[in-house]
Protein backbone atom coordinates (compact mmCIF):
# COMPACT_ATOMS: atom_id res chain seq x y z
CA UNK A 1 0.00 0.00 0.00
CA UNK A 2 1.43 2.84 -1.08
CA UNK A 3 1.73 5.35 1.83
CA UNK A 4 1.24 9.78 2.21
CA UNK A 5 3.40 11.23 -1.27
CA UNK A 6 4.43 14.78 -0.81
CA UNK A 7 6.36 16.83 -3.51
CA UNK A 8 8.56 18.51 -3.72
CA UNK A 9 10.63 17.16 -1.11
CA UNK A 10 12.39 20.65 -1.64
CA UNK A 11 11.67 23.61 -2.73
CA UNK A 12 14.15 27.10 -2.99
CA UNK A 13 12.05 29.98 -3.91
CA UNK A 14 13.04 34.08 -3.69
CA UNK A 15 10.67 36.01 -1.41
CA UNK A 16 7.57 37.41 -3.36
CA UNK A 17 7.34 33.96 -5.54
CA UNK A 18 4.70 31.80 -5.40
CA UNK A 19 5.23 27.93 -4.40
CA UNK A 20 2.51 25.06 -4.35
CA UNK A 21 3.24 22.29 -2.71
CA UNK A 22 1.33 18.78 -3.32
CA UNK A 23 0.24 16.03 -0.86
CA UNK A 24 -1.27 12.30 -2.17
CA UNK A 25 -2.93 10.82 0.56
CA UNK A 26 -3.15 7.36 1.07
CA UNK A 27 -6.19 5.97 -1.08
CA UNK A 28 -9.31 5.60 0.85
CA UNK A 29 -8.71 8.27 3.71
CA UNK A 30 -11.32 11.13 3.99
CA UNK A 31 -9.03 13.09 6.54
CA UNK A 32 -6.32 15.13 5.18
CA UNK A 33 -4.16 17.46 7.11
CA UNK A 34 -1.51 20.03 6.75
CA UNK A 35 1.08 20.70 9.38
CA UNK A 36 4.30 23.01 10.04
CA UNK A 37 7.21 22.95 11.49
CA UNK A 38 9.16 26.41 11.32
CA UNK A 39 13.05 26.78 12.02
CA UNK A 40 13.18 23.57 14.15
CA UNK A 41 10.06 24.57 16.38
CA UNK A 42 7.33 22.46 16.89
CA UNK A 43 5.14 20.74 14.90
CA UNK A 44 1.93 23.17 14.36
CA UNK A 45 -1.77 22.36 12.64
CA UNK A 46 -2.39 24.43 9.37
CA UNK A 47 -5.80 22.63 8.25
CA UNK A 48 -8.03 19.74 8.20
CA UNK A 49 -10.10 18.17 5.53
CA UNK A 50 -12.74 15.81 5.53
CA UNK A 51 -12.68 15.03 1.42
CA UNK A 52 -12.77 17.50 -0.11
CA UNK A 53 -14.48 20.01 2.47
CA UNK A 54 -12.41 22.38 4.75
CA UNK A 55 -13.61 21.35 8.27
CA UNK A 56 -10.83 23.69 10.44
CA UNK A 57 -8.17 26.04 9.10
CA UNK A 58 -7.62 28.24 12.46
CA UNK A 59 -4.33 27.16 11.88
CA UNK A 60 -3.59 28.87 8.32
CA UNK A 61 -0.96 31.73 9.04
CA UNK A 62 -2.64 34.13 6.94
CA UNK A 63 -4.20 34.81 3.39
CA UNK A 64 -0.76 34.58 1.51
CA UNK A 65 -1.75 30.18 1.87
CA UNK A 66 -4.45 28.41 0.63
CA UNK A 67 -5.18 24.77 0.28
CA UNK A 68 -7.39 23.12 -1.72
CA UNK A 69 -8.65 19.57 -2.56
CA UNK A 70 -10.55 19.15 -5.29
CA UNK A 71 -12.30 15.83 -5.61
CA UNK A 72 -11.56 15.02 -2.40
CA UNK A 73 -7.95 13.14 -3.38
CA UNK A 74 -4.68 15.02 -3.43
CA UNK A 75 -4.33 18.50 -2.09
CA UNK A 76 -2.50 20.98 -2.57
CA UNK A 77 -1.17 23.97 -0.20
CA UNK A 78 -0.29 27.46 -2.38
CA UNK A 79 1.81 30.27 -0.38
CA UNK A 80 1.72 33.33 -2.55
CA UNK A 81 3.67 35.94 -2.20
CA UNK A 82 6.32 33.97 -0.39
CA UNK A 83 8.00 35.42 2.49
CA UNK A 84 11.16 34.23 4.54
CA UNK A 85 9.35 33.39 7.95
CA UNK A 86 7.27 31.09 5.69
CA UNK A 87 10.62 28.23 5.54
CA UNK A 88 9.80 25.18 6.94
CA UNK A 89 8.97 21.70 6.56
CA UNK A 90 5.53 21.18 5.40
CA UNK A 91 4.00 17.86 6.65
CA UNK A 92 0.35 16.64 5.51
CA UNK A 93 -1.17 13.53 7.05
CA UNK A 94 -4.05 11.35 6.48
CA UNK A 95 -6.59 9.19 8.21
CA UNK A 96 -9.25 7.00 7.54
CA UNK A 97 -12.79 8.19 8.23
CA UNK A 98 -14.44 5.14 10.05
CA UNK A 99 -18.23 5.03 10.88
CA UNK A 100 -19.05 3.09 13.78
CA UNK A 101 -23.01 2.17 13.26
CA UNK A 102 -25.91 3.80 12.84
CA UNK A 103 -27.06 7.08 15.19
CA UNK A 104 -23.15 6.35 16.02
CA UNK A 105 -22.43 9.26 14.18
CA UNK A 106 -18.08 9.41 12.43
CA UNK A 107 -15.71 8.29 14.49
CA UNK A 108 -12.01 8.86 13.34
CA UNK A 109 -9.40 6.15 12.96
CA UNK A 110 -6.93 7.93 15.08
CA UNK A 111 -3.76 6.64 13.45
CA UNK A 112 -2.68 9.25 11.64
CA UNK A 113 -0.17 8.69 8.58
CA UNK A 114 2.02 11.46 7.49
CA UNK A 115 4.07 12.14 4.61
CA UNK A 116 8.06 12.85 5.06
CA UNK A 117 7.22 16.80 4.38
CA UNK A 118 8.49 18.89 2.07
CA UNK A 119 11.45 21.23 3.32
CA UNK A 120 10.48 24.66 1.75
CA UNK A 121 13.24 27.48 1.76
CA UNK A 122 12.62 30.98 1.45
CA UNK A 123 15.38 33.35 0.33
CA UNK B 1 -3.94 27.18 25.77
CA UNK B 2 -3.00 23.73 24.98
CA UNK B 3 0.97 23.00 25.28
CA UNK B 4 3.55 20.52 25.22
CA UNK B 5 7.29 21.36 26.51
CA UNK B 6 9.88 18.49 25.64
CA UNK B 7 13.48 18.23 26.59
CA UNK B 8 15.92 20.34 24.21
CA UNK B 9 18.09 18.11 22.10
CA UNK B 10 20.64 16.60 20.86
CA UNK B 11 20.32 13.57 23.33
CA UNK B 12 23.85 11.46 22.54
CA UNK B 13 23.93 8.23 24.23
CA UNK B 14 25.98 5.28 23.47
CA UNK B 15 24.25 2.01 22.41
CA UNK B 16 22.56 0.06 25.24
CA UNK B 17 22.33 2.82 26.61
CA UNK B 18 18.86 4.21 29.36
CA UNK B 19 17.45 6.63 27.52
CA UNK B 20 14.51 9.14 29.16
CA UNK B 21 13.27 11.99 27.02
CA UNK B 22 11.09 14.31 29.10
CA UNK B 23 7.74 15.79 28.20
CA UNK B 24 5.43 17.80 30.21
CA UNK B 25 1.99 19.59 29.11
CA UNK B 26 -0.71 21.84 29.19
CA UNK B 27 -4.38 21.29 28.33
CA UNK B 28 -7.75 21.44 30.42
CA UNK B 29 -9.07 17.95 31.90
CA UNK B 30 -8.08 14.62 30.11
CA UNK B 31 -6.08 15.08 26.25
CA UNK B 32 -4.73 11.88 24.82
CA UNK B 33 -1.09 11.69 24.49
CA UNK B 34 1.64 10.53 22.16
CA UNK B 35 5.06 10.17 20.93
CA UNK B 36 6.03 10.32 16.89
CA UNK B 37 8.92 9.27 15.69
CA UNK B 38 10.74 10.37 12.52
CA UNK B 39 13.18 8.63 11.65
CA UNK B 40 15.80 10.29 8.73
CA UNK B 41 14.50 10.81 5.13
CA UNK B 42 10.93 9.83 6.62
CA UNK B 43 7.75 11.07 7.43
CA UNK B 44 6.39 11.13 11.46
CA UNK B 45 5.47 7.84 12.22
CA UNK B 46 3.49 7.16 16.13
CA UNK B 47 5.52 4.94 18.08
CA UNK B 48 3.01 4.96 21.77
CA UNK B 49 0.12 6.51 23.21
CA UNK B 50 -1.94 6.71 25.94
CA UNK B 51 -5.69 8.04 26.17
CA UNK B 52 -6.05 8.10 30.27
CA UNK B 53 -4.45 8.84 32.81
CA UNK B 54 -2.10 6.28 34.41
CA UNK B 55 -2.27 4.50 31.36
CA UNK B 56 0.96 3.19 29.75
CA UNK B 57 1.59 3.07 26.13
CA UNK B 58 4.37 0.59 24.97
CA UNK B 59 5.98 -0.15 21.59
CA UNK B 60 9.27 -1.59 20.13
CA UNK B 61 10.70 -1.52 23.93
CA UNK B 62 10.17 1.88 24.22
CA UNK B 63 7.50 3.20 26.88
CA UNK B 64 5.62 6.13 28.33
CA UNK B 65 3.02 6.59 31.22
CA UNK B 66 0.34 9.62 31.30
CA UNK B 67 0.57 11.23 34.88
CA UNK B 68 -2.28 13.52 35.66
CA UNK B 69 -0.26 14.57 38.62
CA UNK B 70 2.67 15.99 37.36
CA UNK B 71 1.08 16.42 33.59
CA UNK B 72 4.18 14.22 31.77
CA UNK B 73 4.65 11.80 29.07
CA UNK B 74 8.30 10.88 29.44
CA UNK B 75 9.65 8.45 27.03
CA UNK B 76 11.60 5.29 27.87
CA UNK B 77 13.64 2.77 26.31
CA UNK B 78 16.14 0.54 28.40
CA UNK B 79 18.68 -0.03 25.87
CA UNK B 80 19.12 1.63 22.84
CA UNK B 81 19.72 0.92 19.55
CA UNK B 82 21.72 3.00 16.88
CA UNK B 83 18.50 2.19 14.88
CA UNK B 84 16.59 4.62 17.24
CA UNK B 85 18.23 7.52 16.30
CA UNK B 86 15.89 10.12 14.89
CA UNK B 87 13.69 13.05 16.25
CA UNK B 88 11.10 12.33 18.72
CA UNK B 89 8.02 14.54 19.24
CA UNK B 90 5.45 14.29 22.17
CA UNK B 91 1.98 15.40 20.94
CA UNK B 92 -1.64 15.78 22.63
CA UNK B 93 -4.80 16.10 21.26
CA UNK B 94 -7.24 18.08 23.01
CA UNK B 95 -10.48 16.19 25.47
CA UNK B 96 -13.37 16.03 22.81
CA UNK B 97 -11.54 17.03 19.88
CA UNK B 98 -13.21 14.47 17.25
CA UNK B 99 -10.26 15.13 14.84
CA UNK B 100 -6.34 15.14 14.61
CA UNK B 101 -5.91 18.31 15.83
CA UNK B 102 -2.37 17.49 17.70
CA UNK B 103 -0.21 20.29 19.38
CA UNK B 104 3.33 19.24 19.27
CA UNK B 105 6.23 19.65 21.23
CA UNK B 106 9.55 20.62 19.43
CA UNK B 107 11.19 17.76 19.18
CA UNK B 108 13.95 15.96 20.46
CA UNK B 109 16.70 14.18 18.25
CA UNK B 110 18.59 11.15 19.80
CA UNK B 111 21.70 10.31 18.43
CA UNK B 112 22.84 6.51 19.39
CA UNK B 113 26.65 5.73 18.98
CA UNK B 114 27.78 1.95 18.32
Known amino acids: EAGVTQFPSHSVIEKGQTVTLRCDPISGHDNLYWYRRVMGKEIKFLLH??????QDESGMPNNRFLAERTGGTYSTLKVQPAELEDSGVYFCASSQQRYWGPGQGPQVDEKLFFGSGTQLSVL | GNSVTQMEGPVTLSEEAFLTINCTYT??????LFWYVQYPGEGLQLLLK?????DKGSNKGFEATYRKETTSFHLEKGSVQVSDSAVYFC?????????????FGTGTRLLVSP
Open chain 2, 91 to 103: ALLPMNTGFQKLV
Open chain 1, 49 to 54: FVKESK
Open chain 2, 50 to 54: ATKAD
Open chain 2, 27 to 32: ATGYPS
